[in-house]
């Protein structure tokens, strides 16, 4: 098991910019693939991308491919998400994940163990 504090929602205007945080215990960290995810008023939990260990690949949903950016610093034990060109559609609450399940794509729940407790995102007109 692994901790996740997350960090840096809050309200800005649509086109704006914010860089949400997730910083994680116990030294293994760099073996987690790490994931973000959000769950918007009235719907499911969705994916938004990951970062995996090792050769740190990443990979996006198609709502934020080209906006969105993920990236980790294992020496901080942190991984960021950040989020350019935000629409009122991004407005929800982000979740970071940890899991290193070899079985399951980092695109689906089911491939993390550990979540953080969320912080809300959200994108005024």
């Known amino acids: 098991q692994v901790q996740l504090v997350e960090s840096g929602g809050g309200l800005v205007q649509a086109g704006g910019s914010l860089r949400l945080s997730c910083t994680a215990s116990?030294?293994?960290?760099?073996?987690?693939?790490m994931g973000w995810f959000r769950q918007a008023p009235g719907n499911e939990r969705e994916f938004v991308g990951y970062?995996?260990?090792?050769?740190?690949?990443?990979y996006y949903a198609d709502s934020v491919k080209g906006r969105f950016t993920i990236s980790r610093d294992n020496e901080k034990n942190t991984v960021f998400l950040q989020m350019n060109n935000l629409q009122l559609e991004d407005t929800a609450v982000y979740y970071c994940?940890?899991?290193?399940?070899?079985?399951?794509?980092?695109?689906?729940?089911?491939?993390?163990?550990?979540w953080g407790q969320g912080t809300q995102v959200t994108v005024s007109s």
């Open positions: 994940a940890a899991g290193r399940n070899p079985y399951t794509s980092g695109a689906h729940q089911g491939a993390y163990s550990s």
């Open positions: 116990g030294r293994t960290f760099a073996t987690y693939t």
């Open positions: 970062i995996s260990w090792g050769f740190g690949s990443t």
